[in-house]
């Protein structure tokens, strides 16, 4: 069966609903939505999906980040946070909560699914803000933890979101500009690397869309970005190799034009036959 998964960082989604979020979801009808950057408290997120299974991590840091699961099929067991994979296991920093939801599905045939909406750390270069890459680094090596574990499993699994980090220089249009740019650190892209050749991890995007330079998922909201194309491939979905093979296309929906966006982000869209 075809199964439709989008991920979007909505860019808070009361604002993406009154921007034009909806409409979006009609045309494209997506079997699954993983979404970033909820930013708003667990009833209104609901609301807003009337009629979808939902799952939602909100974030301790109110207005904060935020990541949700919203499917057409029901959710089986849903989890949250990666609090486990800290050296010392316990309750997670603030700053990292509302960054990880995963949940199993069952399929109409009876097959398994686990699909995951992360929104990783953004971090900052600047002076006197140095602590937030600390933050972003820490939290990496706990992604790459689990990452590890959904790799070997059997069932196959999707890893969405908006990672904040551009792998290649085909994944950012001014990558010469930004080589020391958050977000563009060969640090944080060895972490990606790692993903994908020590772990398995497809990067479906890249696969399905070959050398680029693009297609590109994030511009600024600010300038002439989005017009001349200026962005970044930060938003990926990473499958593992149970899952791989079953991706039939891969798509960004980029909005035809500045002022049809729904958020600065655009929706990367996959179809697998499964």
Not at 74 to 91: D, H, I, K, S, W
Request: proline letters at 5%; glycine letters at 8%.
């Amino acid at each position: 069966m075809p199964l439709i998964v989008a991920t979007a960082n909505v860019n808070g989604i009361r604002a993406a609903v009154r921007r034009g979020m909806h409409a979006w979801i009609e045309t494209r009808t997506p079997d699954i939505l993983l979404l970033q950057e909820v930013r708003a408290p667990d009833k209104v997120a609901r609301e807003l999906l009337d009629g979808w299974h939902v799952a939602h991590a909100e974030s301790e840091n109110k207005g904060r980040a935020g990541v949700l699961v919203a499917s057409r099929l029901p959710l089986g067991e849903v989890r949250t946070g990666l609090a486990a994979y800290a050296p010392a296991a316990g309750a997670e920093p603030a700053t990292d909560t509302g960054r990880w939801i995963e949940a199993d599905l069952t399929l109409p045939d009876g097959g398994a699914l686990t699909v995951v909406s992360t929104y990783l750390h953004s971090g900052s270069t600047n002076p006197g803000e140095e602590h937030t890459m600390v933050a972003k680094y820490a939290y990496l090596e706990k992604v790459t933890a689990r990452l590890a574990e959904l790799a070997l499993s059997p069932t196959p699994s999707v890893v969405a979101g908006d990672l904040n980090i551009a792998h290649q220089n085909a994944d950012i249009k001014n990558w010469k500009g930004n080589l020391k740019s958050a977000g563009f650190l060969p640090e944080e892209r060895a972490y990606v690397t790692r993903w994908l050749d020590e772990h398995g991890w497809a990067d479906l995007g890249r696969v399905h869309a070959g050398d680029g330079p693009g297609p590109y998922t994030w511009w600024s909201w600010r300038g002439k970005a989005f017009d001349n194309d200026s962005g970044w491939r930060i938003d990926y979905q990473l499958a593992n190799q149970a899952l791989a093979a079953a991706c039939r296309k891969i798509e960004v929906d980029r909005a035809p034009t500045y002022a049809e966006r729904w958020s600065d982000h655009a929706p990367v869209v996959a179809t697998y036959e499964l």
